[in-house]
């Protein structure tokens, strides 16, 4: 709260997610867990909701971040690793498709 010439003034709140949303999301991010953990180390194609295509290794995931190893193309989106292969963190919630490759 805000103090305005001796007047408390409640924030605006600017964005609140609806209910039905949260728990839709609460249920999304523990499915993929499920799936990362099946299938870490293993060869995917990744598919984000804005249609961009990303193949590597899934590394893991954790706190709704996906984690995957992918060939170093210079991206500024990936983060650490060797000067080949560098790691990418997605937003598990973005994720449209992943398919397995080997």
């Known amino acids: 709260m805000g103090i305005q010439a001796g007047v408390q003034v409640q924030?605006?709140?600017?964005?609140?997610?609806?209910?039905?949303y949260?728990?839709?999301l609460k249920s999304i991010r523990h499915h993929m867990h499920s799936v990362c953990r099946q299938y870490v180390n293993q060869v995917v194609r990744v598919q984000t909701i804005d249609g961009q295509v990303i193949t590597g290794?899934?590394?893991g995931c954790d706190r709704g971040l996906f984690y995957l190893r992918v060939q170093?193309?210079?991206?500024?989106r990936a983060f650490f690793g060797s000067s080949d292969e560098a790691i990418l963190t997605l937003v598990l919630?973005?994720?449209l498709v992943i398919v397995l490759l080997s």
């Open 11 to 20: 924030p605006k709140v600017l964005y609140q997610a609806d209910q039905n």
């Open 22 to 24: 949260i728990q839709s």
């Open 57 to 59: 290794r899934i590394l």
């Open 72 to 76: 170093n193309h210079g991206e500024g």
């Open 93 to 95: 919630y973005e994720l």
